[in-house]
């Protein structure tokens, strides 16, 4: 990943206005920052979330919190716990998240 346009900043999540995301069940709540070629966001999951897509982008994304399914479209699952990360190029692996308690990510795309 090479980042493009973007000063040395700082940002405070809490002060960042959330967006909401419905998936096939639960929701996605997301803090965003753009800019230059990157996004960066801190995403909630709400208990019971399954994403109502297959993702083809390509992220770094640490749990932060909870417990997140990551279910590739080729039938490989994945739990990644706190602490937990994966990377994946755009393109490749087709992904999408689940979770059933609820997690807390932070995702670099």
């Known amino acids: ?25 639960g929701k996605a709540i997301w803090r965003t920052f753009e800019k230059g070629n990157i996004r960066v966001r801190m995403v909630e999951y709400t208990p019971g979330y399954l994403a109502d897509h297959w993702c083809s982008r390509g992220h770094v994304l640490l749990v932060l919190e909870g417990e997140l399914e990551t279910e590739l479209e080729d039938g490989r699952k994945f739990t990644l716990k706190a602490g937990t990360s994966y990377q994946v190029a755009d393109d490749v692996n087709p992904h999408r998240s689940s979770t059933k308690n609820g997690a807390k990510l932070f995702i670099v795309d």
């Open 1 to 25: 990943m090479k980042i493009v346009d973007v000063p040395f900043c700082t940002i405070n999540w809490s002060e960042v206005e959330t967006t909401e995301h419905s998936g096939i069940t």
